[in-house]
């Protein structure tokens, strides 16, 4: 760290069992001998050291390079030997007997890192791409819930609309019905009152009865005043109030058989 431009780096022979992240931040080295430790792994971001011409990592424990290896666009000599690679990756990097296999080595591993890169990459897309479409399913489905729930509440309103207008005509046409049934009653009503105006006509018709009934009651009242005349005042003795006073005892006398006449006599006596 206290070197950030260091150019050449030897740490071979150090039993390193792993590398530090900030490592990678030494990103002007050239030449860098890792050889002969326990090295497991690399760091991820591996592929920072972009100026990285020479790498060294005979004998550790590698077995697969970090994907970032494919950004070391300048490496031109690669050892890889006596690692438990995997066997794609040892068969890619063949051996580095001389100069000339470890050249090759490294163009070699850097076109497999970039494939895996590329690989990756593709996968990637191809699940971003999943997933964007898994995302437009669900927009689409939640568009689609939504307007099916706008639907529902618009059939909804209109159903509810709809029986509200049914209720309002059923009432309109019941108080129709009512008015109907009232002018009817009335009618009804009325009639019986118009056709009770012809009995009253022969009502007036025989007005000669009453006439009759009064010259009768006006007749009797003269006869009852002519009693009283004769029975009460000095009249009595004429010819004409002995003849009424003979003809009414005549009458009193045949009546008074009848108990009924008799029990009114005795009621109009009291």
């Known amino acids: 760290a206290a070197l950030p431009k260091a150019t050449i780096l030897d740490l071979s022979c150090n039993n390193l069992i792993s590398l530090p992240s900030d490592f990678c931040s030494l990103m002007h080295l050239v030449k860098?001998?890792?050889s002969k430790n326990r090295l497991q792994q690399l760091p991820l971001d591996f592929g920072r050291l972009i100026n990285l011409q020479h790498l060294d990592l005979l004998n550790n424990r590698l077995v697969t390079l970090p994907v970032s290896f494919a950004q070391l666009k300048n490496l031109k000599w690669l050892d890889l030997k006596d690692n438990p690679l995997d066997p794609?990756?040892?068969?890619?990097?063949?051996?580095?007997?001389d100069e000339k296999q470890c050249k090759q080595a490294a163009v070699k591993v850097l076109q497999h890192m970039k494939a895996i890169q590329s690989e990756q990459d593709q996968q990637r897309q191809r699940?971003?791409?999943?997933?964007?479409?898994?995302?437009?399913?669900?927009?689409?489905e939640q568009r689609a819930k939504e307007a099916q729930e706008r639907e529902l509440r618009k059939r909804e309103k209109?159903?509810?609309?709809?029986?509200?207008?049914?209720?309002?005509d059923a009432q309109k046409?019941?108080?129709q019905e009512m008015e109907k049934k009232t002018k009817k009653e009335t009618v009804h009503t009325r009639k019986p009152a118009s056709s009770s105006r012809p009995p009253q006509r022969p009502r007036h018709k025989p007005s000669w009865s009453r006439s009759v009934l009064r010259v009768l009651l006006f007749v009797l009242f003269c006869i009852l005043c002519t009693l009283a005349v004769c029975k009460l005042t000095e009249l009595q003795h004429q010819p004409l109030c002995i003849s009424v006073n003979t003809l009414y005892e005549d009458v009193v006398a045949a009546?008074?058989?009848?108990?009924?006449?008799?029990?009114?006599?005795?009621?109009?006596?009291?």
């Not at 794609?88 to 007997?97: M, Q, S």
């Not at 699940?127 to 689409?140: I, S």
């Not at 009546?255 to 009291?270: A, C, G, P, R, V």
């Open 173 to 175: 046409a019941a108080k």
């Open 88 to 97: 794609v990756l040892a068969k890619v990097a063949g051996d580095c007997l």
């Open 127 to 140: 699940k971003l791409q999943a997933e964007r479409e898994m995302e437009k399913k669900r927009e689409a």
């Open 255 to 270: 009546l008074q058989n009848h108990k009924t006449l008799q029990n009114m006599l005795q009621h109009n006596s009291k």
């Open 158 to 168: 209109a159903e509810e609309k709809e029986r509200r207008r049914r209720e309002y």
């Open 32 to 34: 860098l001998d890792l």
